[in-house]
Structure formats: C-alpha cells, structure tokens
C-alpha cells in the first residue's frame, strides 16, 4: 500500500465536450471564452485526441474529436451527429453580458439573453458545435 494520498489532478467535475471539428472548436474556446491551453495530445491521423483547457473564470474543459469508431469504449458523441445534447455547462462568471457577448461575437447562438433573476444574472448559448452553456453571475446593479 503506498503512503501518498490521492490527489485529484483536476476539479472534481470536469466537462469532456466531444465534437466534430477538434482543430477548429479549440481555436473557438480560445477565443470566446478567453482559455489557455493546459495540455494538449493530437492523433497521428490529425483528430484532436484530447486538450485541457482552463477558461478565463478558472473553470476547466476537456475537449476532444469525435472517435465514432471507438463509440463501444468512448461512449459519446458530438451534438452535431445526435443533433442535439443532454446537458448544459454551467459557466459562474463576474460579468454575464461579458461573456455572452464575446461567444455571439464568435459564433455562439445567444438562446437566451442575460438577464436578472431572483438567483442573479442569467444567459443561455449554444456554441458553434452544438453545446450549450448557462453563463451566471452577479445581477446588474
């Protein structure tokens, strides 16, 4: 038995988001979502195998190509193939409007604009490769 404690290297929860044009929607996280590139492992056929990204609030993404041929081990697959997705990531930000405008200026489809509600301020998008993000934060004053 080893005497070192488990230490998770991420956020207990950590989104993998799975889509059509790795190359492309890492360029795209970049930019709307002001993100660094922590670590990064492309496939000798040119697919993105997997990148970590941080995103300007701090939150982390894993992002990765679609692998329709490993879908029995992988288990996902983009929201442009099911054309749809079964979940929202939520986003806790300091400046809602912010980041909603930074996505749409890239691409993303504002589905809900920012608002204040009882919990705060609050946004919905859907990202050019079909994931949606709540984006919260502070009401405005």
Same mark, same amino acid.
């Given at each position: 038995?080893?005497?070192?404690?488990?230490?998770?290297?991420?956020?207990?929860?950590?989104?993998?988001?799975?889509?059509?044009?790795? +190359?492309?929607?890492?360029?795209?996280?970049?930019?709307?979502?002001?993100?660094? %590139?922590?670590?990064?492992?492309?496939?000798?056929?040119?697919?993105?195998? +997997?990148?970590?990204?941080?995103?300007?609030?701090?939150?982390?993404?894993?992002?990765?190509?679609?692998?329709?041929?490993?879908?029995?081990?992988?288990?996902?697959?983009?929201?442009?193939?099911?054309?749809?997705?079964?979940?929202?990531?939520?986003?806790?930000?300091?400046?809602?409007?912010?980041?909603?405008?930074?996505?749409?200026? %890239?691409?993303?489809?504002?589905?809900?604009?920012?608002?204040?509600?009882?919990?705060?301020?609050?946004?919905?998008?859907?990202?050019?490769?079909? +994931?949606?993000?709540?984006?919260?934060?502070?009401?405005?004053?």
């Amino acid at each position: 038995m080893s005497d070192q404690t488990y230490t998770p290297p991420d956020p207990p929860v950590v989104p993998y988001l799975c889509v059509s044009r790795g +190359h492309e929607a890492l360029a795209w996280y970049l930019r709307a979502f002001a993100a660094t %590139e922590d670590a990064r492992f492309d496939m000798e056929d040119g697919r993105l195998g +997997h990148v970590r990204l941080t995103l300007e609030n701090s939150g982390v993404v894993y992002l990765a190509d679609d692998f329709p041929e490993m879908f029995d081990m992988v288990g996902v697959r983009p929201p442009e193939v099911v054309r749809s997705t079964t979940m929202t990531v939520c986003l806790a930000v300091e400046d809602v409007d912010r980041w909603i405008d930074r996505a749409a200026r %890239e691409g993303a489809q504002v589905i809900r604009p920012a608002q204040d509600e009882v919990f705060g301020r609050h946004g919905k998008l859907r990202d050019p490769f079909g +994931h949606v993000w709540s984006v919260t934060g502070p009401k405005v004053a």
